[in-house]
């Protein structure tokens, strides 16, 4: 079973993109805003793989491209899914983490 992130390939992509989000959002962690510690983020990791466990590929792909900062609109296109659906989805994941 793949994890949360999927490929070797998939997770490598993800990895460069969130650095690049990471560099664009230094300047606004220098005003004093906190950085999460290593422990938050693998706690973060954690609790979306809970979220996803049992759930559809695409849910995952939604997730993740949720992450990296892209709108419902972005990810339905790219997920050639309706935007509607991806809405219902977020949604209902959110009531799954509650």
Not at 26 to 35: M, N
Not at 60 to 78: F, V
Request: charge should be positive.
């Amino acid at each position: 079973m793949a994890g949360f992130w999927g490929s070797r390939k998939t997770m490598e992509t993800d990895r460069k993109m969130y650095e690049k989000k990471i560099s664009a959002d230094a300047g606004r962690l220098a005003d004093g805003e906190r950085q999460p510690a290593a422990i938050d983020a693998a706690i973060a990791h954690e609790r979306l793989e809970q979220l996803v466990s049992g759930k559809p590929e695409h849910y995952r792909q939604i997730i993740r491209l949720r992450l990296i900062g892209k709108n419902c609109a972005e990810i339905a296109a790219e997920l050639h899914l309706d935007e509607r659906t991806v809405r219902r989805i977020l949604a209902k994941l959110r009531r799954t983490r509650q």
